[in-house]
């Protein structure tokens, strides 16, 4: 579908408006691939001037140039728009995290401090994922402690917060957040449950992914208790869930060959390969 919309870009006649350009530059994004980046500068070095204080393009300049990976143009852009607004500075931290440089993120909530703009709840979910990354204590209390009461008890800032503490280590207070939400949902399971995985403890994910309701469970349900039996060696447990498992995706039965490779158990994980090559072509990963 966006290659679709390059073949049209080419057939124009008329330059695109703001409008358009900005669509324009969103497609080239996602696509990031040799056209899409060739294309997207094009239309940036050709871009009219006075297009250049226009907020929505340029703040969909900033994005697909963060998607290729170039920061220092990105931040060249963000420097001279003077009408930032929320979603530019969100924009930016996006970027930031999508580029490993996640530790900028709290210069740029100091600075949308210092010219008064207000974090929403979104912004904090951009930096609640920015300390996941860093996987430092410290700077994750201290976003916590600048998150009003009233953004923190909403669930998708505390699902983020149990994949947070999750990946910092501290399971304790992950699981203090799983407790404080009534309305759970896959993701807030799902999470706790990779928070478990990641710090060795299996049977606590099992226990708990027996507990999620049958209608909550999803593909990355499955996924992430079979990684945590993976990386805790609790291969009959996998086999059994595995087992119950109706629909085993590519992405599943990945995982159980994982699960088995890693207790040396070679000629199980190769059965489960051919089962699945006897009616799909080989998927790459398996082997890997």
Known sequence: MTEKVFDLLDEMEIKPDSFTLAILFKAC???????????????????????????????????????????????????????????????????????????????????????????????????????????????????????????????????????????????????????SIDDRDTVTYNTIINAFGLNGMGSEAIHLYKQMPNYLRDEVSHICVLNACSHSGLVHEARNIFDEITFKTEKIITIMIDSLSRLFLFDEAQKLIDNYEKTNKPYLIMYI
């Open 29 to 179: 994004a996602e696509l990031a691939n040799d056209r899409a980046i060739k294309i997207g500068r094009k239309l940036l070095d050709e871009m009219p001037e006075n297009y250049r204080n226009n907020n929505a393009v340029l703040n969909s300049a900033m994005h697909m140039l963060m998607k290729f990976g170039d920061m220092q143009s990105a931040e060249r852009i963000f420097r001279l728009n003077k009408r930032k607004d929320i979603i530019t500075y969100g924009a930016l931290m996006k970027g930031n995290n999508l580029n490993d440089e996640s530790s900028k993120c709290f210069k740029i909530l100091e600075e949308m401090r210092h010219e008064g703009i207000v974090p929403n709840v979104f912004t904090w979910n951009i930096l609640i994922g920015a300390c996941s990354q860093i996987g430092m204590i410290h700077r994750c209390e201290y976003i916590i402690d600048r998150i009003p009461l009233d953004i923190q008890s909403k669930r998708q800032i505390q699902n983020s917060l149990i994949d947070m503490w999750g990946k910092c280590g501290s399971v304790e207070k992950a699981q203090i957040a799983f407790k």
